[in-house]
């Protein structure tokens, strides 16, 4: 069974830009998470979809949006970008159902804003 | 959602046994505790998860005692390739509570030769 993917890998944008990363669940997955990795603040929690719908919420502004289309992909979207958005984005997807739900990680896109 | 506390690193050598101690003193009686391993620049990897006891698989051993105050992640024989950051974490296990995942700054194990 294939991993979550994620496109871009890399990407390079400049201050004000937008950006749309994209995410591809493991094949049956409903849930997709997202998370922003800085060195200074670690990991962190960015928003879940499931079943198109958001369903947990982090603490970043709104610049920060996301999405899901019905076969379960889900987008995220930056708005003005700013310096401090350089970051590597991680998606992971899981069940989404009950229970202890496993999530798995995708290689993540590391975004660059100059 | 229960804060964790792991040691920030740790020194190993090839063929060693690593144990990894988390402590999460204010768990609830419906999280689940999960670790995960990652290597730089990639996503986190699944590696064991567990509610109480021990778990065992191909890859590592989880164990929990009865207050489940804190955990441990055994690595037996642990190789170069096993240097990384471990992260642990705990989460509910009621739907959709546990795909909000609160990660730490982790344990950062270095393996030498």
């Known amino acids: 069974k294939a991993g979550v993917t994620q496109t871009p890998r890399y990407l390079i944008k400049t201050r004000g830009q937008q950006v749309t990363l994209s995410c591809s669940p493991i094949s049956g997955h409903r849930s997709v998470s997202w998370y922003q990795q800085t060195p200074g603040q670690g990991l962190q929690f960015l928003f879940e979809y499931f079943s198109e719908t958001q369903r947990n919420k982090g603490n970043f502004p709104g610049r920060f949006s996301g999405r899901q289309f019905s076969n379960s992909r889900s987008e995220m979207n930056v708005s003005t970008l700013e310096l401090g958005d350089s970051a590597l984005y991680l998606c992971?997807?899981?069940?989404?159902?009950?229970?202890?739900?496993?999530?798995?990680f995708g290689p993540g896109t590391r975004l660059t804003v100059l | 959602l229960a804060k964790t506390t792991q040691p920030i690193s740790m020194d190993s050598y090839e063929g060693q046994e690593v144990n990894i101690t988390c402590s999460h003193n204010n768990i609830a009686t419906n999280d689940y505790i999960t670790w995960y391993q990652q290597f730089p620049s990639q996503g986190p990897r699944f590696i064991i998860q567990?509610?109480?006891t021990k778990v065992t698989n191909e890859v590592a051993s989880l164990f929990i005692p009865a207050d489940r105050k804190s955990s441990t992640l055994s690595l037996p024989r642990v190789s170069l390739s096993d240097t990384a950051v471990y992260y642990c974490?705990?989460?509910?296990?009621?739907?959709?509570?546990?795909?909000?995942?609160?990660f730490g700054a982790g344990t950062r194990l270095a393996v030498h030769p």
């Open positions: 567990g509610y109480k």
């Open positions: 974490l705990v989460a509910p296990i009621y739907s959709g509570g546990y795909n909000k995942l609160i």
């Open positions: 992971a997807s899981s069940l989404g159902g009950q229970g202890a739900d496993t999530q798995y």
